[in-house]
């Protein structure tokens, strides 16, 4: 049971190229979603899944697509990659309602030079 | 979306003392509270969650207050210890979002 999880660990990437986030979750979920982590801002959310063949926009959804390929995997596509971007990216997965546990992903250190 | 606010951003404690943690928000239909544990370098992690139908939850040093009238819950750690040490995140969780607070980093002097 692998819970969440994310590829890649690491990225470098140079401003303008593209890449997509991978993550996969092994425990049924309905709901998954991505953050970003940047000091001092805390876990912001950029788009979120409440279903499959579902997506929403979060709090910072600006440069980023998302794609929810089935009820196990959401990806999240850099298109254009920018400095702003540099971050920890985290996906995240839980029953889908108003409680329930969310689990996370490692995350993700992306760096855009 | 739904804000929460956390506070303080920072928080240093001697060993065995107490530390509290508080966040505020403003939707009232959120009716679950949880609360995240993430050390250095590592995934965020549930510590301790409580539902709206409670004003209270203990498990061992942690407990968690809640006050939903007036829209503030606390995360309340005593004793604590080194390994303590880590950032905390409040949350809410709505049906379909979970939105974090800007997170405290707790710091546990020996």
């Known amino acids: 049971n692998a819970g969440v999880t994310q590829t890649p660990k690491f990225q470098v990437l140079k401003t303008g190229q593209s890449m997509t986030l991978q993550c996969a979750q092994d425990?049924?979920?309905?709901?998954m979603y991505w953050y970003r982590q940047d000091p001092g801002m805390g876990l912001r959310l950029i788009y979120y899944s409440a279903s499959e063949g579902t997506t929403d926009k979060g709090e910072v959804p600006n440069g980023y697509n998302v794609s929810r390929l089935n009820k196990r995997e959401f990806s999240l596509r850099l298109e254009s990659a920018a400095p702003s971007q540099t971050s920890v990216y985290f996906c995240?997965?839980?029953?889908?309602?108003?409680?329930?546990?969310?689990?996370f992903g490692q995350g993700t250190r992306l760096t855009v030079v | 979306g739904e804000n929460v606010e956390q506070h303080p951003s920072t928080l240093s404690v001697q060993e065995g003392d107490s530390a509290v943690i508080k966040c505020t928000y403003s939707?009232?239909?959120?009716?679950?509270f949880p609360w995240y544990k993430q050390e250095l370098g590592k995934r965020p992690q549930l510590i301790i969650d409580i539902r709206s139908n409670v004003g209270e939850k203990k498990d061992q040093r942690i407990a968690v207050t809640l006050n939903k009238t007036a829209k503030h819950f606390s995360l309340h750690i005593t004793e604590t210890q080194p390994e303590d040490s880590a950032v905390y995140f409040c949350a809410l969780r709505l049906p379909e979002q979970l939105t974090f607070g800007s997170g405290t980093q707790l710091t546990v002097l020996p």
């Open positions: 939707d009232s239909a959120s009716n679950y």
């Open positions: 995240a997965s839980s029953e889908w309602g108003a409680e329930g546990e969310a689990f």
């Open positions: 425990m049924n979920h309905n709901s």
